[in-house]
């Protein structure tokens, strides 16, 4: 069913709202100071990486001498880290992990926060109140317990192992929890007007004036998932099953001793998946910690 003109203009209302960043008087005065101060902290922060990028290309001996320039060992390093240690079966479980349990967050927290607001249910404080304390539990609380049950289903060295149990986030419910709560009320009473579903006021109102949540609860996912060691080295004992975190862990030993410049690459290598869903979500990430912090 169509929502109607009440819906549309309380929609309109909702997302007029726009935060002005263009800055007077001080930024615009003293622009040459700000924007140094701006590059020697990039730089600071890009030095780590670019050490990495050049450590990449050399062999130990190299690496030894301190040298300064890119070295002789680039090729070997790849050949290794990619074919003899098969980091692209690594990269990919991870990614298959990341965007599975990320896509299944983001759907269950849009579900609680749409069934926290928006419903009536006995208990729904309580309820609330047991999702809240979950996020005072750190995973390595529950390991033990999620080992056992994963174990009793029989998922262990399985995709399924990576995924379910994360597969729900308190985070994501409670972002979402507040970020429909501070919506104007209007929107539910004019798609009760217009006869909509809870499902198409969800997905006709309520997403499109979320992405920037979205985007930030996604990225944040996306990382965590990403960068997760301790559950996968656990669960997980065939190696064309493993995720990059542990791959990572294996190259610190080739041939007879640790090797810097395999490393380095591995490394590398393993942070363009999480940068580049970082660059695709940055403006809705950005924006919804910008919608937060002025709610």
């Not at 995973?139 to 080992?147: G, N, R, S």
């Amino acid at each position: 069913m169509a929502v109607r003109s009440r819906t549309r203009e309380a929609v309109n209302n909702a997302g007029g709202l726009s935060l002005n960043v263009e800055g007077t008087g001080w930024f615009r005065g003293h622009s040459w100071p700000v924007h140094v101060a701006l590059w020697l902290a990039m730089m600071v922060i890009l030095f780590p990486m670019a050490y990495a990028a050049l450590v990449a290309t050399q062999t130990n001996a190299e690496v030894f001498r301190f040298q300064l320039t890119p070295g002789t060992g680039l090729a070997d390093h790849f050949d290794q880290v990619w074919n003899d240690r098969n980091l692209g079966r690594y990269m990919w479980n991870s990614t298959v992990q990341a965007v599975l349990v990320t896509a299944a967050k983001t759907v269950l927290s849009l579900l609680a926060g749409l069934a926290f607001v928006y419903f009536k249910f006995r208990g729904k404080w309580i309820v609330f109140f047991f999702v809240l304390i979950t996020l005072m539990m750190p995973t390595e609380v529950m390991i033990l317990a999620l080992f056992r049950f994963v174990s009793f289903l029989g998922w262990k060295d399985s995709m399924a192992a990576l995924v379910v149990p994360f597969a729900a986030s308190a985070t994501g419910a409670f972002l979402f929890r507040q970020h429909f709560a501070n919506l104007p009320r209007d929107l539910a009473e004019a798609s009760q007007i217009d006869g909509a579903s809870p499902f198409q006021f969800l997905f006709r109102i309520l997403i499109p004036l979320s992405w920037n949540a979205i985007g930030a609860l996604a990225v944040i996912q996306f990382v965590f998932v990403w960068n997760m060691y301790l559950w996968p080295v656990l669960i997980i004992s065939d190696q064309q099953e493993q995720v990059i975190q542990v791959g990572l862990q294996g190259l610190q030993g080739i041939d007879t001793g640790l090797t810097f410049g395999p490393l380095m690459l591995a490394a590398l290598l393993a942070s363009i998946p999480p940068t580049l869903v970082f660059i695709a979500l940055q403006k809705p990430f950005m924006s919804g910690f910008a919608l937060g912090a002025d709610k």
